[in-house]
């Protein structure tokens, strides 16, 4: 029994130094990792100054990518009241189908819309659509260039590196706050820039060259005739803005600055680096400023919704570059215009089938929402957020889509897509049933039409002249 004691006091002895070893050894391997990632930073930072005092390659802009337009009618089309309800599944031929771009970051659970607490009182303050923020900058930090000059460029950017660390940290932290996206991040970052450096000029760019780089996004700094330019690498599809190809990789102009021409171009990479991405799983987290109320009723079914968006978030949502309509599909509604949108539209679905409850959600779009071209709204093609529904008087076919979608998946959790005829954008639905109607098979599932602008239509019903009109297939789930 003496024996047995001995061991056990010989094992409990021995458990904290075991706990010890083990926090000892974490200890030290995060000790490792942080002496490894300063060595590479400061190699890499040493290495992109020496690059860039070497002589820029020359490049010359693409033309901007037009914004599709489409020749939409004057007024919706309407469903004849002696039209024949359709019920054999009828298949719509594809010409291709668009896949989402690689990984969209990670969803996170939406919190409750309130407004968002950042340290405003650091020394340097600035607004971000509405939202008071701040970073530690002081006017001693302030970097001037004395030309665009390659030399002079490097000198600048390495009086950058050598002080902007902490600041890198707090933009970060920052983007955590706010729940910011790729594209959020860099308009963070540019606000800032702008706001401590002087809007546009060669310094903001030069500091957000480095707060870019910093988070690891692949960007290159271009000359110009008359400033210097950010150019940021992006897989995803965006029109109206003039871009590069460099070494395989679309670099768009995004700042609204230049239209084209030639650049020198410092073409330095850092291992790692990854492209911006449009998608947005969740809109940020701004500061609550209401917009007038929106009131959209569809009396036939008795629904009556009242939706105030943040004027915040809508100027957020107008300053996105034009991009392809699976960005703005998959961009969910804020947590704030869920919670007034939803609940009677779940009431009005209540007890009823896919097939039924798709079809009410379906006409409350028919019927609730005015139509008007975009040329006629906005005198050009502009394509809305589901959120900005509920600011302007008038939506068309893309948008209308756009919501549908967005309200099939809160309410139904199906799966969806969009249909893209040459001058019309329609969107489809994986009911877990049969196919009623028309349909689009995507790999071995059937996707039935839904048209939220063919008014008074049916799920099932693609608009006439269409049924049989090839389309293009956009995914978004």
């Not at 006017?139 to 390659?150: C, I, K, M, N, Y």
């Not at 756009?402 to 019309?424: A, I, R, W």
Request: aromatic share 10%; charged share 25%; with cysteine.
């Amino acid at each position: 029994m003496k024996r047995y004691t001995l061991v056990l006091v010989l094992l409990l002895a021995a458990a904290p130094l075991a706990a010890q070893t083990r926090r000892e050894a974490l200890l030290e391997y995060q000790s490792r990792r942080r002496r490894a990632y300063t060595e590479f930073r400061e190699d890499y930072r040493k290495a992109c100054a020496d690059f860039m005092r070497k002589r820029w390659e020359a490049f010359r802009a693409e033309a901007p990518v037009p914004v599709p337009e489409r020749k939409e009618p004057d007024r919706p089309v309407m469903r004849q009241p002696d039209a024949p309800v359709i019920r054999t599944p009828k298949p719509i031929v594809p010409n291709r189908i668009v896949e989402l771009p690689e990984a969209p970051p990670e969803a996170r659970p939406a919190p409750v819309a309130t407004p968002t607490k950042i340290d405003a009182s650091r020394t340097c303050r600035f607004a971000f659509y509405g939202t008071e923020c701040s970073v530690s900058l002081g006017p001693d930090q302030h970097v001037r260039l004395a030309s665009r000059a390659e030399n002079s460029v490097a000198d600048a950017w390495e009086r950058i590196a050598g002080s902007y660390d902490r600041v890198a940290a707090e933009c970060s932290e920052m983007k955590e706050q706010l729940r910011l996206n790729d594209w959020g991040y860099y308009d963070l970052v540019r606000t800032l820039a702008d706001a401590y450096c002087g809007r546009a000029t060669d310094e903001s760019t030069l500091v957000q060259s480095f707060l870019m780089a910093e988070a690891g996004y692949k960007v290159r700094l271009a000359r110009g005739r008359e400033r210097l330019h950010l150019l940021l690498a992006l897989d995803d599809r965006v029109y109206a803005r003039p871009y590069f190809r460099i070494g395989g990789q679309t670099f768009y102009l995004l700042d609204g600055s230049a239209t084209g021409g030639q650049f020198s171009i410092c073409n330095f990479s850092i291992p790692g680096e990854r492209v911006l991405s449009l998608s947005m799983p969740e809109p940020p987290l701004l500061s609550d400023a209401p917009a007038a109320p929106a009131v959209r009723n569809d009396a036939q079914d008795g629904i009556s919704t009242t939706v105030t968006p943040n004027r915040n978030l809508l100027d957020f949502l107008e300053d996105y570059p034009p991009c392809y309509w699976n960005i703005y599909a998959s961009a969910r509604l804020s947590a704030s215009v869920r919670e007034q949108l939803l609940p009677p539209l779940r009431r009005a679905i209540a007890g009823k089938g896919e097939y039924q409850a798709a079809a009410i959600l379906l006409h409350y779009l028919h019927r609730a929402f005015p139509y008007k071209t975009d040329d006629a709204q906005f005198g050009g093609e502009r394509t809305l957020f589901a959120e900005e529904m509920f600011f302007f008087p008038y939506s068309d076919c893309e948008d209308r889509s756009v919501l549908f979608v967005q309200l099939v998946g809160e309410l139904l959790q199906l799966k969806t897509v969009l249909l893209y005829y040459p001058n019309h954008i329609a969107a489809a639905v994986r009911f877990h049933g049969e196919a009623v109607g028309d349909y689009v098979s995507v790999g071995r599932e059937r996707y039935t039409v839904c048209d939220p602008t063919y008014i008074g239509a049916e799920i099932g019903e693609a608009m006439p002249g269409l049924e049989q009109t090839p389309v293009e297939i956009i995914r978004i789930d």
